[in-house]
């Protein structure tokens, strides 16, 4: 008999990553930029992978790699590729190397209690979970009643057991001498605990973000939010956006399981810090409540969005009924934890437009009130008169920083804010040495440059020699020239931070596509955009955009600044209302059935109200 030829063992490279530290082993041929999830470390992705935002770049600092590619050179000078400059996602491992990652998103991570997402103090308390202490009789040869009706005669009628917990129940009734407190959600007796826990019931809120999810838990006896905190969608390496995302889940059923592994396993990350920090144990988490836009919805439930991503953009579900977390496959809490997703609006305006309406609690009140969540899609909401009217915009990544050359999270060293006063006066998160921008810094420049004259209304950068006269001189050297046009330099220490011409013309075309939705909106209800009475700035980055700023660029008419809030992540603290309050799940399902969306895509004149908005003045 012929023996088998030995099975050939590929070679593995060793990839090492500074200045973390962290190391993998990959096969040859395997992109940088798996080799470093697969080392534990969390790339930025706006594009995809497809070499077009920059934001993977690194230093190779020894070994064998592949040659820069097209798309590299279009990033780098030269001198920086000799010196070792890469996109981690165009390159590939050709044996060991040692690579320099300036940046690893976990660093984003935070998990201090929230207070900005505290429900008032007015709010009921109707909790999803109803507890009960229960002192039974032991059996006796008169009373032989079976364990279950033992415990469910002390409960109201309509209550039926989970066939999950009747294998431990004798075993359980035994052990605690019969003194247990029941659990029991949305009618069903989920848990049968030992002795008295009724000082021991907890729930999640969970704002599933495109490009972040944050979770809350919360004490549901007292409201108390024990513990909160952030880490990025790890789906952000298929694209900052939810189009790149979907197109990625079309290239096989397998896409789209991963898609849904991913957010889960984000979601399951967070949890196990939240219940390390707090000291809950996990079996104390009896419910969850989740927000998200609607193809984070979909792809958390493992259900495709193709159809959300083209005319007429329909969702398979809105609204769903109270479900294990054994379903989502998470494994950080009990598989019989229940979860529940507030209700989604239309395609593109999700359960976390829901979440911002309850918050705010916009649909109260007299006057034209309008709740706008700037992120990487700009969902709003006018009330007016007991109509709330919706539409969402597709702002992309720039308002977070994403699409932007220089453009960062709010990490030490992102230029936060800027003022334009004689000279550049800049802060730096930390006071750290400036090394990019984010958000609110950028809007911030944008704004004083359009102040200036230094943009001017088309957008442009001017040319030193065309500026208005009264730029000052130390303002006017920061502008300089390149082949791809004017620049300005915000900060020149070490590296230097610049504006290009490109990330003004993407904030131009992000403040354009909401400032365009606001109009539509008001011309919907019979005024004109300056008839507001009321502007609320919602999301973890429109929260944090100065006001004054966002009427600057002109994404926000020219209403009084004091008709302008913040009203911080309102769409999680909606999420939270709802874990706490049934009555608030029931008003968001309600609100939610009345909400009229308009569709701006093939609104009629959408691309006329476009157009003008996207001019600077
Ligand atoms: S350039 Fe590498 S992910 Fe965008």
Sequence with gaps: MKANAPTEIPEKARVTFQPSGKETRVLEHTLISDAALDAGLRIESVCGGKGTCGKCCARIVQGEVSEATSAEEKFFTPEELNQGMCLLCQRRILGDAVVSIDRDF???????PDKGALPEASLELDSHVAKTYLELDPPTIKDQQPDLERVLNFLPDQVAPDPEILSALPHRLRKSDYLVTSVVINGRLMAIEKGNTLKQCYGIAVDVGTTTVAAYLVDLGTSEILASGSLGNRQDRYGADVISRISHT??????????????????????????????????????????GNTVMSHFLMGVSAEHIASAPFVPVFSRLPILTVESLGLKSLTPQTRFFLLPNIAGYVGADTAGMILSTKIYEGSGTRLAIDIGTNGEMVLALKGRLLTCSTAAGPAFEGGSIS?????????????????????KSVDNQPPKGVCGSGFVDVISEMVRLGIINRMGRIVAPSDCPDGVPPLVKRRITQNGTGNRFVLSNKDHGVILTQKDVSELQLAKGAIRAGIEILMEEVGLSAGDLDQVLLAGAFGSGLRAGSLKGIGLLPNVPLDRISSVGNAAGKGAVMALLSRK??????????????????????FSEKFARALLFD
């Design 106 to 112: 976990e660093a984003t991570r935070d998990y201090a």
């Design 250 to 291: 079309q290239n096989g059923p397998e896409k789209l399981g991963h898609m849904k592994e991913l957010v889960v396993q984000t979601i399951d990350e967070i949890v196990g810090n939240l219940l390390e920090i707090s000291g809950v144990d996990s079996r104390n988490i009896y419910i969850v409540s989740i927000v």
């Design 406 to 426: 220089q453009g960062m999270r709010a990490e030490p060293g992102a230029i936060y804010a800027v003022r334009l006063d004689g000279d550049v006066l800049l």
């Design 584 to 605: 608030q799940k029931a008003l968001a399902e309600k609100v939610t059935k009345v909400c009229e969306h308009v569709e701006l895509s093939t609104h009629k004149r």
